[in-house]
C-alpha cells in the first residue's frame, strides 16, 4: 500500500525557535496533503490544506503567519512552525491519498516540544 | 456546521463483540472512515462505507445509513491488542475527525 513518510518524529526546540516538518509520499504523487494537530487524548484537529504548486488553505483558528506550508513537489509538503511557544507543543500529523487506495494513509506524526 | 459524535470511552471483554456507533452532521458527504489509532502512534485505516450497508473485513466490521447519518463499526473475537482508539471520519471536502472511542479491553 501506499506510504506517507514524515520526519522528525520527535524534535525539542527552544521557546522562539522555528521548526520544519518534512512529509513524502514515497510511491505515488500526492497533488494535496493534509496536516493535522493532535494533542493528548484528543482527536486529530484539521488544520490545513497542503496544494501542489499553489497556496495552503487553513482552518479556521489556524494562523498561516504561524504555521507554513509549502507543497513544491507532487512528493513533499513541509510545516513549518515559527516562533514557536510551549502551547505549540503537540503530535503533528500529515496524510495523503494514492490514486487507487480507498484510505488516506498518514505519516509517522511528529511530536514536538517546545522549552 | 460539521459535529461527529462517538462515545469518549469503552470498556469489552477478550473473546466478545462489541460496536462503536458514530453519529454525524455535515454539509457535505463523500464517504465514512473508521481508523484505529493506538497511543503515540499514527491511524491505520479500518474501513471506508460510502454506500448504505455493511462492509465486513475479517474481525472488523463497519454499517453506514447515509439517511440517520449513522456508523458503526464492530470489532468481533476482541484481542487485547484492540485496545486503542477508534476514530470516525467523514469526508466532504476534506475529512474530519470525530474526537475518537478509547476502548479498554479486559482480560
Known amino acids: 500500500g501506499a506510504v506517507v513518510s514524515q520526519h522528525p518524529s520527535r524534535v525539542i526546540c527552544k521557546s522562539g525557535t522555528s521548526v520544519k516538518i518534512e512529509c513524502r509520499s514515497l510511491?505515488?504523487?500526492?497533488?494535496?496533503m493534509f496536516w493535522y494537530r493532535q494533542f493528548p487524548k484528543q482527536s486529530l484537529m484539521l488544520m490545513a490544506t497542503?496544494?501542489?504548486?499553489?497556496?495552503?488553505?487553513?482552518e479556521q483558528g489556524v494562523e498561516k503567519d504561524k504555521f507554513l506550508i509549502n507543497h513544491a513537489s507532487l512528493t513533499l509538503s513541509t510545516l513549518t512552525v515559527t516562533s514557536a511557544h510551549p502551547e505549540d507543543s503537540s503530535f503533528y500529523i500529515c496524510?495523503?491519498?494514492?490514486?487507487?487506495?480507498?484510505?488516506?494513509?498518514f505519516g509517522s506524526g511528529t511530536r514536538l516540544t517546545v522549552v | 456546521g460539521q459535529n461527529i459524535d462517538q462515545p469518549t470511552e469503552m470498556t469489552a471483554t477478550e473473546g466478545a463483540i462489541v460496536q462503536i456507533n458514530c453519529t454525524y452532521q455535515?454539509?457535505?458527504?463523500?464517504?465514512l472512515f473508521w481508523y484505529q489509532q493506538h497511543a503515540g502512534e499514527a491511524p491505520t485505516f479500518l474501513s471506508y462505507?460510502?454506500?448504505?450497508g455493511l462492509e465486513e473485513k475479517g474481525r472488523f466490521s463497519s454499517f453506514l445509513s447515509r439517511s440517520k447519518g449513522y456508523s458503526y463499526l464492530l470489532l468481533k473475537e476482541l484481542q487485547m491488542k484492540d485496545s486503542a482508539s477508534y476514530l470516525c471520519?467523514?469526508?466532504?471536502?476534506?475529512?474530519?475527525f470525530g474526537k475518537g472511542t478509547r476502548l479498554h479491553i479486559l482480560p
Open positions: 455535515t454539509s457535505g458527504f463523500n464517504g
Open positions: 497542503s496544494n501542489e504548486g499553489s497556496k495552503a488553505t487553513y
Open positions: 496524510s495523503a491519498r494514492a490514486t487507487g487506495e480507498t484510505g488516506y494513509t
Open positions: 462505507n460510502v454506500l448504505d
Open positions: 471520519a467523514v469526508r466532504d471536502d476534506k475529512i474530519i
Open positions: 510511491d505515488f504523487q500526492a497533488t494535496t
